[in-house]
């Protein structure tokens, strides 16, 4: 049956995980998958997420389907999360919202959606470039893609006037996604004055803003403040969609917590959306799996245990930021003639370091040092001891 079906190609990012696990070299290093590690290079289950478990576990908890939608403790406090207390359309019951396998499914769920029950064209525009998986998301959900610039590469940063320009050349009531915080895979973010603009702009097109939030915490190490563009939005009178996962704040990435809400006009309509919602889901995969977001709901809904959990969020956020920093001055050290700037100007799990696919495979070959092909590193897997020779391997390669 199967005699002619091609080989497909490894995929971009979790491929590298692959490659990396079939190297012998002793001090080898895997910079591909976002995926948080402490400075012992260990992944690193919090604290707080081990506490919150025991909780669940203790409670002796019965292993019945949850519904369609999930976890509803889990589900509001997700929502509260993102959209914060002062939200008026939360406030007023006008935000539905689904449980979903992390947030590939959330985004998946509202690809789905949007495929099916937008009113304009069935096109979602995303950043240029954008986290490796969005188009085939989109694609399967049945959208076609389209890009708006992003990143500027001579400038190592945010092409903010091509993205307004683009935004404003868009088809009337385009959908456009937009990475809430810590853009993946550049670490390039807007400031909060250039929201503002990129708001404006996607009133005036009466575009309709699809946020994906994977990172809220990474990059300014406070949830609230990495949520800002989608309270702006929210304030200014937007009605966005949103993806959120929980697999790298909490990191509880093989648990896949995520949720995807929609903001809706009134109570009213909310239910309606609400149960079209439940209608995609089902056939899905009927109901979401319950362990994670028990864990997460604990967490979020114990001012205490909250309180602990964001502080290893920042602790998490801040282990980054002081890779980075040691990873520059390390390749200053080595006389490196580029400039590394761009390194600790980034914000995030990502540094996109600017070397091409090329030195990234010589990288790979050369070095058994593994990062995506974008020349995107995570900077979650550098450590104390490892930072010297990765800065040494692309010294050798850069210059
Ligand atoms: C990444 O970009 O590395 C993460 O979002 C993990 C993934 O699923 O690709």
């Known amino acids: 049956v199967w005699a002619q079906l091609p080989q497909g190609p490894p995929d971009a990012i979790l491929g590298i995980t692959e490659a990396f696990k079939k190297d012998k070299h002793p001090k080898k290093i895997n910079l591909g998958v976002g995926a948080y590690r402490d400075d012992k290079g260990k992944p690193y289950v919090l604290p707080s997420v081990v506490e919150a478990e025991q909780r669940v576990v203790q409670q002796y908890l019965d292993k019945e389907y949850a519904g369609i939608t999930g976890v509803p403790d889990f589900t509001k406090a997700a929502a509260l999360l993102a959209y914060g207390p002062d939200s008026a359309p939360l406030k007023e019951g006008r935000i539905a919202i689904t449980q979903s396998i992390s947030g590939t499914g959330a985004l998946r769920i509202g690809g789905a959606f949007l495929q099916r029950f937008y009113p304009g064209a069935k096109a979602i525009y995303i950043p240029t470039p954008s986290w490796a998986n969005h188009k085939a998301v989109f694609s399967d959900s049945g959208l076609e893609i389209k890009q708006y610039r992003y990143y500027n590469k ?179 050290k080595l006389g490196s003639k580029q400039k590394w700037d761009h390194i600790t100007d980034q914000i995030g799990m990502f540094a996109y370091t600017g070397l091409t696919a090329a030195e990234m495979t010589k990288l790979a070959e050369e070095h058994s040092v593994y990062a995506t092909k974008d020349g995107r590193i995570s900077v979650a897997g550098i450590t104390s001891e490892n930072v010297g020779r990765l800065a040494e391997s692309i010294y050798k390669i850069k210059g």
């Open 154 to 332: 001579d400038t190592i940063g945010l092409d903010f006037d091509g993205m307004v320009a683009d935004i404003k050349n868009m088809p009337k009531g385009s959908i456009i996604l937009l990475h809430a915080c810590a853009h993946n895979p550049t670490g390039v973010d807007p400031t909060e004055d250039q929201w503002r603009a990129i708001s404006d702009a996607v009133k005036e097109g009466e575009h309709y803003p699809f946020f994906d939030m994977a990172y809220q915490g990474f990059a300014s190490g406070d949830t609230d403040k990495d949520a800002f563009a989608v309270r702006h939005f929210l304030a200014e009178g937007h009605l966005p969609c949103l993806a959120q996962s929980f697999a790298k704040n909490m990191g509880l990435y093989g648990e896949r917590v995520g949720a995807f809400s929609i903001v809706t006009a009134s109570a009213e309509e909310k239910v309606r959306v609400d149960s079209q919602i439940k209608i995609i889901v089902r056939p899905l995969y009927s109901n979401p799996p319950v362990h994670g977001a028990r864990i997460a709901s604990t967490i979020l809904n114990d001012p205490a245990l909250n309180k602990q959990w964001l502080g290893e969020v920042k602790g998490m956020a801040e282990r980054i930021i002081t890779m980075r920093a040691l990873l520059k001055e390390n390749l200053e």
